[in-house]
């Protein structure tokens, strides 16, 4: 399902305030510097000064921090309507690395514009804290389910979680959704082996919970795979505007 750069950004802001024409004409001037990305080469390198920050637009990318083995843990991945790299342009240097999925589009927000931005609509502003509010929500999720969740209420948990983000920005919904990541992906982000992920996932299909094949992940049985996951959406936030 298409969806373009302003409207998957404004979606995601809209599920905390509700936008007025004038906040709307700033986002879209925050739109007006767009660029394309290459898969597998970072925009934002872990340690790096002076950056911009990014929404992204369409694609998908991973937040990753590097380990001195080479190896790395996923933070998170980054779907449309997401902000990229918005503590690299706040902090002195970006705590984490940013690396495209697949070739995506994104607008280029440099520090001035955001806060030229934040200046004029200080009720965009206060979205903006909201989204990154909800991001640290997501992060203290993965890290339970890192500490306590078994390999199967782990993966269960992550799709749904994707499922329900992409949800909210008119890419997915109960029945399931597009999605471009590898074995590699998802055991970089679950701290599994690509090999147990394997297993996992076979697991889930052969228990008719949930399909993930050919870049397609078809939920076959909701209920069922929520329960599996104790999944309550309620940290994702996404019931509507507080601020009208």
């Known amino acids: 399902m298409?969806?373009?750069?302003?409207?998957a950004f404004a979606r995601k802001l809209g599920a905390f305030v509700a936008l007025s024409a004038t906040e709307l004409d700033v986002l879209s001037r925050l739109h007006r510097r767009r660029r394309t990305?290459?898969?597998g080469h970072d925009?934002?390198?872990?340690?790096?000064?002076?950056?911009a920050a990014y929404i992204l637009s369409s694609g998908w990318v991973c937040s990753y921090k590097s380990q001195p083995d080479g190896s790395r843990q996923i933070i998170d991945f980054q779907i449309p309507g997401d902000f990229l790299g918005l503590r690299s342009i706040l902090l002195h240097t970006s705590d984490h690395g940013i690396e495209p999925i697949v070739e995506i589009e994104a607008a280029e927000v440099l520090?001035?514009?955001l806060l030229d931005a934040f200046a004029r609509t200080p009720r965009l502003a206060t979205a903006v804290l909201w989204a990154a509010s909800r991001d640290e929500a997501m992060v203290v999720e993965h890290l339970v389910g890192l500490g306590r969740r078994n390999a199967l209420e782990r993966m269960a948990h992550m799709l749904l979680e994707l499922g329900?983000?992409?949800a909210l920005v008119g890419m997915g919904d109960k029945s399931g959704y597009d999605c471009p990541l590898t074995q590699y992906h998802l055991a970089d982000a679950l701290g599994l082996s690509a090999v147990h992920v394997n297993r996992v996932l076979r697991q889930l299909r052969e228990e008719r919970l949930v399909t993930f094949r050919g870049g397609h992940v078809t939920f076959d049985d909701y209920p069922r795979l929520v329960a599996l996951a104790d999944f309550d959406p309620a940290y994702l936030d996404q019931m509507g505007p507080l601020l009208r």
């Not at 298409?2 to 409207?7: E, L």
């Not at 390198?45 to 950056?51: C, F, K, L, P, T």
């Open 2 to 7: 298409a969806t373009n750069i302003s409207d």
């Open 37 to 39: 990305f290459v898969a």
């Open 43 to 51: 925009l934002v390198h872990q340690g790096q000064s002076e950056q």
């Open 111 to 113: 520090r001035q514009d």
């Open 164 to 166: 329900a983000r992409l």
